[in-house]
């Protein structure tokens, strides 16, 4: 047996040793079913998810997601979690899309509403929020606005008339996470970022008018609003051009740092600080100043999409009570505190395509859903479905309170380019009675389902497994992409 071939430990929970000899400091644990564990198998997944346990300050284990696949330096679907005081922080361990998240919006429309005007609402969805590669937003914002949204993310667009204050009470860090500093982002990134707030960007983004499907949790369901039948949308998208240029920025000065910290790599790829050094608050400065980037934008876009609808359906937002149910981040770092060794300890966990997956009854749930636990949004792709979950107790014993983010990737771009053609895709979503709408070609065929792993295995692991459990499945009628 390879020293790289997990040995199945638990239902549904894999593990490789910690190895000196390979500058392990921790083992690795997957989280997967057989056929998500024979998938990672074939690329860099696990091999990546070992390197990240040679990182100084690592605690616990590396841990891999049932959606884990091979990304730049840490897996996708992986979380990682440093000690605060001696352990480092790493640009890769979050990701280019920094805070690329999902949020979800309730009608109380029925499909049976929505159907006869489908096309109608994802034209004028379409028509009204910029997408695709270099899209720019609708609004321009000179040095000092832009400086406001770093800081203040959603409050600025609900000061802004894009929302209103309720939407802020139901976002991760309510949409605004305290120390950004816009003083720590490169020119570059600003002048990248300014003119694309508010735009939804290309490649696996996507806006999704959906019809739920199945309701699991009808007590979790209820307390969101959420009826079956009824029509939801998601929004999927990031901190675009902005959130990548930091990322760049600070890999080229973590990797700069290595020597004058005597930082011993296992790949280049995991360049990071010292979470306490100079350059490690600044990144983090940074990256808070893109998490609130992205909240602003899907503020922004949230609002945009709420005005389709009043327009098509001749009825105002609050009629259709088109709620907010909660947005959440995938790719971020922030401080937690969980307990090691039995001790509550501070520590910096990387979730880089992950989801927090808070239980009831924790501060940092909104007050809202408090006494249920954190909704869990994991979309799958274009033709498949979605998932609302609920945070449980287990996700802080065995995740550091992290579920998986998607379906996960399994077909590169250039393989769906070359497999699939655009008319085949499209044809085979309007069979399953989805309307798509995209700039461009590259924005149907890289996304086609097919290049995806399954998202109801990815979300059956979570649930068996008690880290969090199923509230109700979405499934897409119109979708939008870039």
């Known amino acids: 047996m390879s020293s790289l071939t997990p040995k199945k430990v638990g239902n549904m929970r894999y593990q490789i040793d910690a190895d000196s000899s390979k500058g392990m400091r921790v083992p690795v644990t997957i989280y997967a079913d057989e056929k998500l564990l024979a998938k990672m198998m074939t690329d860099r997944t696990i091999k990546q998810a070992v390197n990240v346990s040679t990182l100084p300050g690592i605690q616990e284990h590396a841990i891999v997601l049932p959606d884990g696949h091979e990304g730049y330096g840490f897996p996708v679907g992986g979380v990682a979690a440093m000690d605060a005081e001696e352990g480092m922080i790493s640009p890769g361990g979050v990701g280019y899309d920094i805070n690329c998240g999902v949020r979800l919006l309730r009608t109380n429309l029925t499909e049976g509403d929505v159907r006869p005007k489908l096309k109608d609402l994802v034209n004028d969805l379409f028509k009204s929020i910029p997408s695709g590669v270099g899209s720019k937003g609708a609004i321009r914002l000179n040095p000092s606005e832009l400086d406001e949204v770093l800081v203040r993310g959603v409050s600025w667009a609900i000061d802004h008339g894009y929302g209103t204050s309720d939407d802020a009470d139901v976002c991760e860090e309510s949409g605004q996470i305290a120390n950004a500093d816009p003083n720590k982002v490169s020119e570059r990134a600003r002048k990248r970022g300014a003119p694309q707030l508010g735009s939804l960007g290309s490649g696996n983004h996507f806006l999704e008018v959906q019809k739920v499907a199945e309701i699991h949790d009808e007590k979790a369901a209820k307390a969101m609003g959420i009826e079956k039948d009824s029509v939801t949308i998601l929004i999927h ?48 400065a940074a990256m808070f100043a893109a998490l609130n980037f992205a909240w602003s934008n899907r503020q922004m876009i949230s609002h945009w999409t709420r005005k389709s609808f009043e327009r098509v359906f001749k009825q105002s937002e609050s009629d259709l009570d088109m709620k907010l149910v909660y947005d959440v981040a995938h790719n971020i770092a922030k401080v937690e505190k969980h307990k090691i060794d039995g001790k509550l300890k501070s520590v910096v966990v990387h979730r880089k395509g992950a989801t927090r997956a808070f239980p009831a009854n924790m501060d940092d749930v909104p007050s809202k859903y408090r006494d249920l636990g954190q909704p869990v949004l994991v979309p799958g792709s274009m033709g498949t479905g979605s998932w609302i979950l609920l945070g449980q107790e287990n996700s802080m014993n065995t995740t550091f309170g992290s579920t998986a983010h998607g379906a996960g990737r399994m077909m590169s771009r250039t393989k769906a380019r070359r497999d699939f053609t655009e008319s085949e895709v499209k044809k085979s979503l309007s069979d399953k009675g989805i309307f798509l709408k995209s700039l ?3 924005g149907v065929v890289e996304e086609t389902p097919e290049a995806y792993k399954d998202v109801d295995a990815v979300v059956n692991v979570s649930h068996e497994l008690g880290i969090a459990t199923k509230v109700a499945k979405l499934v897409p009628i119109g979708v939008i992409k870039g």
């Open 237 to 284: 998208c990031g901190s675009r051009g902005f959130g990548h240029q930091v990322c760049s920025d600070y890999l080229r000065i973590s990797e700069q740092a290595q020597k004058k910290y005597d930082i011993h790599l296992a790949d280049r790829e995991l360049a990071c600080v010292p979470n306490k050094s100079e350059e490690g608050e600044s990144y983090r």
């Open 440 to 442: 461009t070609r590259d």
